[in-house]
């Protein structure tokens, strides 16, 4: 079975800092786009942070600057480090990414279950 698995959440003081990693296990042949999505009690899902394949990254305004996007293709795994993280950071966080099973000719996009963040004193 293939799964995205994030950990790394929890509960961090404004300020702080946390590591999110998704992992990609089961039997896949392709990674493509990784990427981390929030999505905070009345809000929309929106997209914090994405990286292709070659690395190229792409972040969300209101992380810029404080958000790093990174991976690992040999642990097929993608990294969100949240420094100076704000009140407004609190969320659920969402892995997703484009993979191609061993089963399947194609990509096909996949969601994690979530990992909570909260920011707060």
């Known amino acids: 079975q293939v799964q995205l698995v994030e950990s790394g959440g929890g509960l961090v003081q404004p300020g702080g800092s946390l590591r999110l990693s998704c992992a990609a296990s089961g039997s896949i042949t392709e990674l493509g786009t990784m990427a981390w999505y929030r999505q905070a009690p009345g809000n929309q899902r929106e997209l914090v942070a994405s990286?292709?394949?070659?690395?190229?990254?792409n972040y969300a305004d209101s992380v810029k600057g404080r958000f790093t996007i990174s991976r690992s293709n040999v642990k097929r795994t993608a990294y969100l480090q949240m420094n100076s993280l704000k009140p407004e950071d609190t969320a659920v966080y969402y892995c997703?990414?484009?993979?191609?099973?061993?089963?399947?000719?194609?990509?096909?996009?996949?969601w994690g279950q979530g990992t909570q963040v909260t920011v707060s004193s």
């Open positions: 990286i292709s394949s070659g690395g190229r990254t």
């Open positions: 997703n990414a484009d993979l191609r099973a061993i089963a399947l000719p194609t990509l096909k996009n996949y």
